[in-house]
């Protein structure tokens, strides 16, 4: 099959695009022919080879895809050659305390496609028939591959943990990423009242097209004293953050006494000082967040096919392109999503 290749980690040089051997479903497993894959900040880490997670080379990159289902393994009952589906990253175990508590994207023996396995950059890709999502009819493989992995991460840090509400100010960070999107999107179609925040007045000038009330260049403005200022001295209910370092630092010094701050990235630097008075004077619940469940990933997708939630895409690639859509999420150069279709 045709895939993109990673020989040696490295720069976007190392994206070789070429042929490779087609995996075989093994036992409870299925083999999917992609028409999509989402390119993720992941796959660049995963390249580079600092994304914290032993990879073994050669690899094919890639966290998220759509396609239909080509071939069925051993024992697999619960899906049929043909069927439309959407590729789930994490591969669960179906057993551990937390998948049992009904918290699979925070499984104790997950694997995660296109990091301990072979993604989705690829013609085909070989997953756990558990890693499946049907597509509603309505939904494009493109717009699956948009939306999966950023809508169910936000779905659970904005609604799940952080219980947003038509009465909360909401800021949300990063809105140009495809978590931030997503996750604005969320909370206006909850009807809280959203502050979206950026590192470009481009960016900040699609938020609005998206239903903020408010934005915040954090590149040119105090992201803390605007934020308070734009809720009348209270500061945000609730902060949907992916950025990390200074925004993150901001951001706790923004929200409100008694509120809370989802996180779930931190490119934006790994380590913040944190004062512990302000932490239990406001009484702060700092959440950490990554991934979503199935439950949670079927039900984005069902909103997006009813119109509810738009893929916000940036670009749309052939797979063969893959270096050029490197570059864009690389330079941070995007709004929404990066699409590569196979
Ligand atoms: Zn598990």
């Known amino acids: 099959m045709k895939a993109v290749v990673i020989r040696e980690h490295g720069g976007i040089e190392r994206l070789e695009y070429g042929d490779v051997e087609t995996p075989v479903p093994g036992p409870g497993e299925v083999l999917v022919r992609l028409r999509a894959a989402g390119v993720n900040h992941l796959d660049h880490d995963v390249r580079e080879g600092v994304s914290g997670f032993p990879v073994t080379l050669p690899h094919v990159p890639g966290i998220e895809g759509s396609g239909e289902v080509a071939e069925l393994g051993p024992g697999v009952s619960g899906t049929e050659v043909g069927a439309r589906v959407s590729l789930n990253l994490l591969k669960s175990c179906g057993q551990c305390r937390n998948c049992l508590g009904g918290l699979d994207n925070i499984c104790l023996n997950g694997e995660v496609l296109g990091v301990g396995m072979w993604g989705t950059f690829a013609e085909y890709v070989r997953v756990h028939e558990r890693q499946l999502t049907a597509m509603p009819d309505a939904l494009s493989f493109e717009a699956a591959a948009a939306t999966h992995l950023c809508f169910s991460t936000a779905w659970h840090m904005t609604v799940t943990l952080g219980g947003v509400r038509a009465d ?17 999107q969320i909370a206006v179609l909850h009807g809280a009242n959203v502050i979206a925040s950026a590192g470009s007045d481009a960016k900040l000038v699609k938020a609005k097209a998206l239903g903020a009330a408010d934005v915040i260049n954090y590149s040119t403005q105090s992201l803390a004293e605007e934020a308070v200022r734009l809720t009348h001295g209270k500061g945000p209910d609730l902060v ?50 990554s991934l979503a469940t199935r439950l949670e990933m079927a039900h984005v997708l069902s909103l997006v096919g009813d119109g509810k939630l738009k893929p916000v895409i940036h670009t749309t690639l052939p797979l063969e392109e893959v270096q050029q859509a490197a570059t864009l999420i690389a330079n941070r150069n995007f709004f929404g999503k990066m699409v590569l279709t196979v």
């Open 168 to 184: 909360m100010d909401v800021l949300v960070n990063a809105a140009g990423s495809g978590v931030g999107s997503a996750a604005l």
């Open 240 to 289: 949907v953050e992916c950025v990390g370092g200074e925004v993150l630092r901001d951001s706790i010094t923004a929200v409100r006494s008694g509120g809370m701050l989802v996180t779930c990235g931190a490119h934006g630097g790994e380590q913040i000082e944190l004062d512990v008075i302000e932490l239990f004077r406001k009484h702060l619940r700092l959440q950490g967040s």
